[in-house]
C-alpha cells in the first residue's frame, strides 16, 4: 500500500474511533445506547438510514453491473427508491410514534410483543430469533466482503484483514453505541455521496464529455445494447427487480432508523435528505460503471465489482485514492456495524432484559449491550473464517425472506387495528417458507415462473394469511385498542 | 461512429420515476415547513 493511501486510510480511521469516543459520552442508560435515546435530527437519520441500507452493492456491486452489463441495472435502483420513498413516507412517522406508546418499546420485537399483547412472548422470542439468525450471517458476509477488499488493497493476508476490519467495527460500535454507528454512518454516507459523484463526472470530463463516453460505449460492444433500459430484459426480469423494493419494510436496521428521529416532525426533512442522498448516488454508481466501461475498453477488467476502485487508481493521485478506498470500506462497514447493534439489542432487551434479568439497572444494560456486540461480531468472525459455509449461501437470500416475513407483519400492525397476533405470528412463518420453498423450486428450474425473486409470491402469501386469519369475527381487546387510537390521534395532531 | 445516445423509451425509465420520488419528497418538506411556519 502507498503510504499516502495509508495516511489517508490511518486518519479516516482515527477520525471515526473519535466519533465513538464521543457518542459514549451520551450515553447513560439503555435508549441511549440501542436508540441514541430518540434524539436522531433528520439528516443523521437520513444519511443513517440510506447508508446502513446500502452495503458494499452500493459502490462495488452496481458499479460491476453496470459495467457489464449497462443500463439496464436501473430497475433494482428504481424499485429501491420506491420502496424508501414508501417506508419513509407511510412507515416511519407511525411506527416513530407508536412504539413510543407502546410502553417505548427499544427493539422491534419489543414492540410487536406490546402491539399484540403478547403475554406468551411468542412473538418476541420468534422475531428476537430470526433478527440474531440472519444478521449474525449478514454481518459475517460483510466481514468477508470488506476482508478481501482490504486484503487487495493493503497486501495483508485474508486472516489480518478480517481481524483489523472486524476489530475496527467492533470498537467504535461497542464503545459509542446507536449514537457512534449513526454519525459514523452519516460521515460515511458524506463520503460514499462524494466518491459517487466525483468519480463519474471525473470519468466523464477526462473521456472529453458524455457524447464522446456514449460513442465509446456504443463503438465497444458494437450496438447500443449498453444503453438501452430493456435490453436483455425479460417481464419477469423487471418485475424481479423492481420487488427489491418490497423488502425495506421487514428490516430493522433500517426501521430503527424512524424510531430514533427526535421527533416526527423531522420525518420530511429525514425524508427527503435520504431519498435525495439515496437517488443521486445510485445515478452515480449506475455512470460509474458506465464510464468505467468506456474507459478501459478492450481492457476488460477481471473484477467488474472494483471498477470504482480501478478508476481511482488510473485518475487521481494516491491522496484521493485513499479516500476512495475509505468510501468503499465505509459502504461496508455501515451496514454490519447497524447489524450488529440490531442482534446485540435483541439479546440485550429481548432475552437478557426479557427474561433473564427483568429487573437490571440501566448501566448493567448498557454494558451487557457491550459484550454482546463483542460476542455477535466474534461468533461472525468465525462464519466469516470459514466463507463456504451454507449460512453465508442463506445471507444471500435474507433480504428477501426478513422483507417477506417481517414486512407484511409490521406494515398490519401499524395500519390495520384488526390484525392477530396469531395471524402475524403465521404470516412470518408463511413468509419464511415461501421464501425457501420459492428458492428451492428455482434452482432445480421447475418452471418459468420460479424465475421471479421469491419475495414476491412470499409478500402476497404472508399478506394473505394476515388478512385471512384476521378477518373472522373477533373482539379487539381493550389494550390493544386504547393504543392504537392513541396512536392515530396523536398521529393526526403532528 | 455511431451516434450514440439513450431511446426515448430509456431516457422515460431512467429520468421518470427516481427524480419525481426526490421532487414529491420535496414538496412534502415544504408543506410540512410552512404548516410549522403558520403555526407558530
Known amino acids: 500500500?502507498?503510504?499516502?493511501?495509508?495516511?489517508?486510510?490511518?486518519?479516516?480511521?482515527?477520525?471515526?474511533?473519535?466519533?465513538?469516543?464521543?457518542?459514549?459520552?451520551?450515553?447513560?442508560?439503555l435508549s441511549d445506547y440501542v436508540l441514541g435515546g430518540r434524539r436522531l435530527g433528520g439528516a443523521v437519520a437520513a444519511l443513517g438510514a440510506g447508508a446502513s441500507d446500502?452495503?458494499?452493492?452500493?459502490?462495488?456491486?452496481?458499479?460491476?453491473?453496470?459495467?457489464?452489463?449497462?443500463?439496464?441495472?436501473?430497475?433494482?435502483?428504481?424499485?429501491?427508491?420506491?420502496?424508501?420513498?414508501?417506508?419513509?413516507?407511510?412507515?416511519?412517522?407511525?411506527?416513530?410514534?407508536?412504539?413510543?406508546?407502546?410502553?417505548?418499546?427499544?427493539?422491534?420485537?419489543?414492540?410487536?410483543?406490546?402491539?399484540?399483547?403478547?403475554?406468551?412472548?411468542?412473538?418476541?422470542?420468534?422475531?428476537?430469533?430470526?433478527?440474531?439468525?440472519?444478521?449474525?450471517?449478514?454481518?459475517?458476509?460483510?466481514f468477508v466482503s470488506g476482508a478481501v477488499l482490504f486484503q487487495s488493497m493493503s497486501g495483508l493476508s485474508y486472516e489480518h484483514a478480517l481481524w483489523i476490519g472486524a476489530a475496527f467495527i467492533m470498537s467504535y460500535t461497542c464503545v459509542g453505541g446507536f449514537l457512534a454507528v449513526s454519525w459514523v454512518d452519516f460521515f460515511q454516507g458524506t463520503l460514499m455521496f462524494i466518491a459517487l459523484i466525483l468519480m463519474p463526472v471525473s470519468v466523464i470530463v477526462n473521456m472529453g464529455g458524455w457524447d464522446q463516453t456514449a460513442n465509446m460505449i456504443v463503438n465497444l460492444s458494437g450496438t447500443s445494447a449498453h444503453l438501452n433500459v430493456f435490453s436483455g430484459m425479460s417481464f419477469i426480469g423487471i418485475v424481479s427487480l423492481l420487488a427489491w423494493g418490497l423488502g425495506y419494510f421487514g428490516q430493522p436496521h433500517i426501521l430503527v432508523r424512524f424510531m430514533a428521529v427526535k421527533n416526527t416532525r423531522e420525518i420530511p426533512k429525514a425524508k427527503f435528505i435520504c431519498m435525495t442522498w439515496m437517488i443521486i448516488a445510485l445515478y452515480g454508481a449506475i455512470f460509474t460503471g458506465l464510464a468505467g466501461y468506456a474507459y478501459f475498453g478492450n481492457e476488460a477488467l477481471a473484477a467488474p465489482e472494483s471498477v470504482l476502485l480501478e478508476l481511482a487508481n488510473k485518475l487521481f493521485n494516491p491522496w484521493i485514492t485513499g479516500f476512495f478506498?475509505?468510501?468503499?470500506?465505509?459502504?461496508?462497514?455501515?451496514?454490519?456495524?447497524?447489524?450488529?447493534?440490531?442482534?446485540?439489542?435483541?439479546?440485550?432487551?429481548?432475552?437478557?432484559?426479557?427474561?433473564?434479568?427483568?429487573?437490571?439497572?440501566?448501566?448493567?444494560?448498557v454494558w451487557v449491550g457491550?459484550?454482546?456486540?463483542?460476542?455477535?461480531?466474534?461468533?461472525?468472525?468465525?462464519?466469516?473464517?470459514?466463507?463456504?459455509?451454507?449460512?453465508?449461501?442463506?445471507?444471500?437470500?435474507?433480504?428477501?425472506?426478513?422483507?417477506?416475513?417481517?414486512?407484511?407483519?409490521?406494515?398490519?400492525?401499524?395500519?390495520?387495528?384488526?390484525?392477530?397476533?396469531?395471524?402475524?405470528?403465521?404470516?412470518?412463518v408463511?413468509?419464511?417458507?415461501?421464501?425457501?420453498?420459492?428458492?428451492?423450486?428455482?434452482?432445480?428450474?421447475?418452471?418459468p415462473i420460479f424465475q421471479l425473486y421469491e419475495i414476491v409470491p412470499a409478500f402476497i402469501l404472508a399478506s394473505l394469511t394476515i388478512v385471512l386469519l384476521s378477518a373472522k369475527k373477533h373482539k379487539v381487546p381493550q389494550e390493544i385498542q386504547s393504543d392504537f387510537n392513541k396512536m392515530l390521534e396523536k398521529e393526526a395532531r403532528v | 461512429m455511431i451516434e450514440a445516445s439513450f431511446s426515448t423509451a430509456s431516457l422515460v425509465v431512467l429520468l421518470g420515476p427516481m427524480p419525481i420520488i426526490v421532487f414529491i419528497s420535496l414538496i412534502d418538506y415544504i408543506k410540512t415547513q410552512r404548516n410549522k411556519d403558520s403555526s407558530l
Open chain 1, 325 to 365: 478506498l475509505a468510501a468503499v470500506l465505509s459502504a461496508v462497514m455501515s451496514t454490519v456495524a447497524a447489524q450488529l447493534l440490531v442482534s446485540s439489542s435483541a439479546l440485550v432487551e429481548d432475552f437478557y432484559h426479557g427474561f433473564v434479568r427483568k429487573k437490571a439497572g440501566q448501566i448493567e444494560l
Open chain 1, 1 to 29: 500500500m502507498k503510504p499516502e493511501i495509508l495516511i489517508t486510510f490511518i486518519v479516516y480511521m482515527a477520525t471515526i474511533m473519535l466519533i465513538g469516543f464521543i457518542a459514549n459520552r451520551f450515553n447513560k442508560n
Open chain 1, 370 to 428: 457491550r459484550a454482546m456486540v463483542v460476542l455477535i461480531a466474534l461468533a461472525a468472525l468465525l462464519l466469516a473464517y470459514q466463507t463456504k459455509s451454507s449460512v453465508l449461501d442463506l445471507v444471500s437470500y435474507a433480504w428477501a425472506g426478513m422483507g417477506a416475513s417481517f414486512g407484511p407483519t409490521i406494515l398490519f400492525s401499524l395500519f390495520w387495528k384488526r390484525t392477530t397476533l396469531t395471524a402475524v405470528v403465521w404470516s412470518i
Open chain 1, 54 to 142: 446500502m452495503s458494499g452493492w452500493l459502490l462495488l456491486g452496481l458499479p460491476g453491473a453496470a459495467y457489464t452489463m449497462g443500463v439496464n441495472q436501473i430497475w433494482m435502483p428504481i424499485g429501491l427508491s420506491i420502496g424508501a420513498f414508501i417506508n419513509w413516507h407511510y412507515v416511519a412517522k407511525r411506527l416513530r410514534i407508536y412504539t413510543k406508546i407502546a410502553r417505548d418499546s427499544l427493539t422491534i420485537p419489543a414492540f410487536l410483543d406490546q402491539r399484540f399483547n403478547d403475554h406468551k412472548r411468542v412473538l418476541r422470542i420468534i422475531t428476537a430469533i430470526v433478527i440474531l439468525v440472519f444478521f449474525t450471517g449478514y454481518a459475517a458476509a460483510g
Open chain 1, 430 to 447: 408463511v413468509g419464511a417458507l415461501t421464501v425457501l420453498g420459492w428458492k428451492y423450486c428455482q434452482s432445480i428450474d421447475l418452471a
